[in-house]
């Protein structure tokens, strides 16, 4: 583990590893390993899990000590507290570097002195976080999109708030008590990459909400091929008309990335609005009056910000 980070800096002391990796938030796994800073994670790390190679690939960074340090997804595999607990150590180093960070994941973002939206391979926005939400353009959607997610230790568990299942257009009729009692419902499922989540043509038994990582949604060609529909990433959701309808899936879903997803059972929500049975009516007739399939029509390279 100790040369995994040393390869930062070959010159780098025992003690220059350490400060790197308490800096990543990484030290106290490390140190709590029965072999320590000596231990053999196997080719590519493969006995750590994605959230700990980040850190060790963080840490491997941060001992090189660069005049200007380029992230890439930096956060992408961590959980919530571990996130914040990085992002506050690279704001800490822009006091003497510049950090350039492109991320998706706009809580990296949020105390940035600038940020450049990039959406479909253009410019569409900068400025600082506060001015970009008052636009409410394209950032402010995204942030609304991301926020009201606690992603809880090593991907284990997800906490969701009701305002969040509200910006849900299916959910938004709920009262409150409906959708705290929702918020109970909804199961965390982690999936490698490349795992197929829903096969078209199956039954939709479970509606998804993204809540890290990115599914590619693909539709089946006559000619036996694949037409590439969407990329869904955190914030989006699919199969909620499978919730109030018996219809085959109308797309197949397909993990690019390790992705979380908070997953509502079909009974289960039945179940809830069949309490008010003019609410379940009022529901079907809303979803009755969409295009089957319309809710994976958004274009395959989503927006990402820097």
């Not at 340090?69 to 990085?86: C, G, K, P």
């Not at 997803?261 to 529901?283: G, K, M, W, Y």
Request: contains cysteine; proline residues 3%; negative net charge.
């Amino acid at each position: 583990m100790r040369e995994n980070i040393r390869v930062g800096r070959a010159g780098a002391t025992d003690a220059d590893v350490e400060a790197a990796a308490k800096a990543a938030e990484i030290h106290d796994f490390v140190a709590a390993m029965p072999n320590g800073y000596e231990t053999a994670i196997g080719e590519g790390g493969m006995r750590l899990s994605g959230g700990q190679r980040q850190r060790i690939a963080i840490a491997r960074a941060l001992v090189r000590d660069p005049g200007i340090l380029i992230l890439d997804e930096a956060t992408s595999a961590l959980d919530t507290t571990t996130e914040a607990a990085v992002n506050a150590t690279l704001r800490r180093m822009t006091s003497s570097r510049t950090v350039i960070s492109v991320t998706h994941r706009l809580s990296s973002a949020a105390e940035s002195d600038r940020v450049f939206v990039i959406d479909r391979g253009h410019l569409a926005e900068e400025g600082t976080h506060d001015g970009l939400l008052a636009q409410r353009g394209v950032y402010a959607s995204l942030w609304d999109k991301q926020h009201g997610f606690l992603v809880v230790g090593e991907s284990s568990r997800v906490v969701v708030t009701p305002e969040r299942l509200r910006r849900v257009p299916l959910l938004a009729r709920l009262d409150d008590a409906t959708l705290a009692e929702l918020t109970t419902l909804f199961v965390a499922e982690t999936s490698p990459a490349d795992r197929v989540l829903v096969y078209e043509g199956d039954g939709a038994e479970k509606f998804y909400i993204v809540v890290r990582g990115r599914v590619e949604v693909t539709r089946a060609t006559a000619g036996g091929g694949e037409d590439h529909v969407a990329v869904l990433d955190d914030g989006d959701h699919f199969g909620e008309i499978g919730l109030l309808q018996d219809v085959p899936r109308t797309a197949s879903c397909r993990t690019l990335t390790e992705c979380i997803c908070l997953v509502l059972d079909r009974v289960q929500f039945r179940e809830i609005i069949s309490r008010v049975p003019e609410l379940r009516a009022e529901l079907e007739k809303s979803m009755g009056q969409r295009q089957p399939g319309a809710h994976f029509l958004r274009p395959v390279s989503a927006p990402r910000s820097n």
